[in-house]
C-alpha cells in the first residue's frame, strides 16, 4: 500500500465545534430556589422577560406564589420541592447559610437536573466582605457532593441583584463565568446567560476552579461600595 493510498482511507478529521454554536433553551422549564430573594427573584424576572417558563421555590409555597405574581410574566411560584420536581434546569440562589440542607433535603427532587449553583460563600465584618471556602472547596462542590445523582455546573455570580431586579434596566452589560464537567451542561447554561439582554456566558473551567469565581463576589462589593457602582465582569479578547 502506497502512502497516498493509506492517506485516502484515512477519515477526515472533524472541524473543531464553534464555542459559541449554542444549544436552543427556549422549550426548558428553569426553576429556581430561592427565587424569593433579591438575586433568585432577579434572575428569574430576567429570564422570564426573556420568554422562558420559570417557577420560583421557596420554603413557604404561600410567599413563592406572591413573589411570582409579583414579577409577572408567567412566573409560577411553588414550594422548593414541587419547583424542582417541575424544572428542567434548577438554579440554586439560597443564602449560603442554608445551601447544604436545603440541597440535602431536595436530593430526590433534583436527581436528573442540570443544577446551576450561584451561591457565594462569605463572610462580613467591619473590614467588609471577605471568601469563606467550603471544606469541599467550593459551594458548586458542595452542591456536586450532596447531589451524585444531579449534573452540577456553577453560575450567575456576579451580578448585581439591584440591576436583575430593575426593570428600567434593559441590558445587563456583563460576562457570566460558567464552570462544569460535561460540555453539553455548560452550553446549556451559557445559552441561558445569553437569553438576558446585555449577558453573555462564556466557559470559565471545570467545578474545581469555581472557589475563586465565587470569592471574586468580595471584592466586587469592594469596588460597588467605593464607586456607587453596580459592576460586573467582561472577558475580553474571546
Same mark, same amino acid.
Given at each position: 500500500?502506497?502512502?497516498?493510498?493509506?492517506?485516502?482511507?484515512? !477519515?477526515?478529521?472533524?472541524?473543531?465545534?464553534?464555542?459559541?454554536?449554542?444549544?436552543? +433553551?427556549?422549550?426548558? @422549564? +428553569?426553576? @429556581?430556589?430561592?427565587?424569593?430573594?433579591?438575586? %433568585?427573584?432577579?434572575?428569574?424576572?430576567?429570564?422570564?422577560?426573556?420568554?422562558?417558563?420559570? $417557577? $420560583?421555590?421557596?420554603?413557604?409555597?404561600?410567599?413563592?406564589?406572591?413573589?411570582? #405574581?409579583?414579577?409577572?410574566? %408567567? @412566573?409560577?411560584?411553588?414550594?422548593?420541592?414541587? =419547583?424542582?420536581?417541575?424544572?428542567?434546569?434548577?438554579?440554586?440562589?439560597? !443564602?449560603?447559610?442554608?445551601?447544604?440542607?436545603?440541597? #440535602?433535603?431536595?436530593?430526590?427532587?433534583?436527581?436528573?437536573?442540570? /443544577?446551576?449553583? =450561584?451561591?457565594?460563600?462569605?463572610?462580613?465584618?467591619?473590614?467588609?466582605?471577605?471568601?469563606?471556602?467550603?471544606? #469541599?472547596?467550593?459551594?458548586?462542590?458542595?452542591?456536586?457532593? &450532596? &447531589? !451524585?445523582?444531579?449534573?452540577?455546573?456553577?453560575?450567575?455570580?456576579? &451580578?448585581?441583584?439591584?440591576?436583575?431586579?430593575?426593570?428600567?434596566?434593559?441590558? $445587563?452589560?456583563?460576562? /457570566?463565568?460558567?464552570?462544569?464537567? +460535561?460540555?453539553?451542561?455548560?452550553?446549556?447554561?451559557?445559552?441561558?446567560?445569553?437569553? $438576558? &439582554?446585555?449577558?453573555? %456566558?462564556?466557559?470559565?473551567?471545570?467545578?474545581?476552579?469555581?472557589?475563586? +469565581? #465565587?470569592?471574586?463576589?468580595?471584592?466586587?462589593?469592594? @469596588?460597588?461600595?467605593?464607586?456607587?457602582?453596580?459592576?460586573?465582569?467582561?472577558?475580553?479578547?474571546?
Amino acid at each position: 500500500m502506497t502512502s497516498s493510498d493509506s492517506a485516502a482511507q484515512t !477519515p477526515a478529521k472533524a472541524p473543531a465545534k464553534d464555542p459559541w454554536d449554542l444549544p436552543d +433553551v427556549s422549550g426548558l @422549564v +428553569v426553576g @429556581v430556589l430561592g427565587g424569593t430573594g433579591p438575586q %433568585g427573584k432577579g434572575l428569574a424576572f430576567r429570564l422570564a422577560r426573556a420568554g422562558q417558563k420559570v $417557577i $420560583i421555590g421557596s420554603r413557604a409555597a404561600e410567599r413563592a406564589r406572591a413573589a411570582a #405574581e409579583e414579577l409577572g410574566h %408567567g @412566573v409560577e411560584g411553588a414550594d422548593n420541592a414541587e =419547583c424542582a420536581r417541575r424544572s428542567d434546569v434548577v438554579i440554586v440562589a439560597v !443564602p449560603w447559610e442554608g445551601h447544604g440542607k436545603t440541597l #440535602e433535603a431536595l436530593r430526590e427532587e433534583l436527581g436528573g437536573k442540570l /443544577v446551576v449553583d =450561584c451561591v457565594n460563600p462569605l463572610g462580613f465584618d467591619k473590614k467588609g466582605a471577605y471568601a469563606i471556602r467550603p471544606e #469541599e472547596g467550593s459551594a458548586a462542590e458542595q452542591a456536586a457532593a &450532596l &447531589l !451524585p445523582d444531579s449534573r452540577v455546573t456553577a453560575a450567575f455570580h456576579h &451580578l448585581s441583584a439591584v440591576l436583575l431586579q430593575d426593570p428600567e434596566t434593559a441590558e $445587563i452589560d456583563t460576562d /457570566v463565568m460558567v464552570l462544569g464537567e +460535561v460540555r453539553d451542561d455548560v452550553e446549556v447554561v451559557q445559552a441561558l446567560a445569553g437569553r $438576558i &439582554l446585555g449577558m453573555r %456566558g462564556v466557559f470559565a473551567g471545570r467545578l474545581r476552579n469555581a472557589h475563586q +469565581v #465565587e470569592s471574586l463576589v468580595a471584592n466586587l462589593i469592594s @469596588v460597588n461600595r467605593r464607586y456607587k457602582a453596580h459592576a460586573g465582569l467582561r472577558v475580553t479578547d474571546v
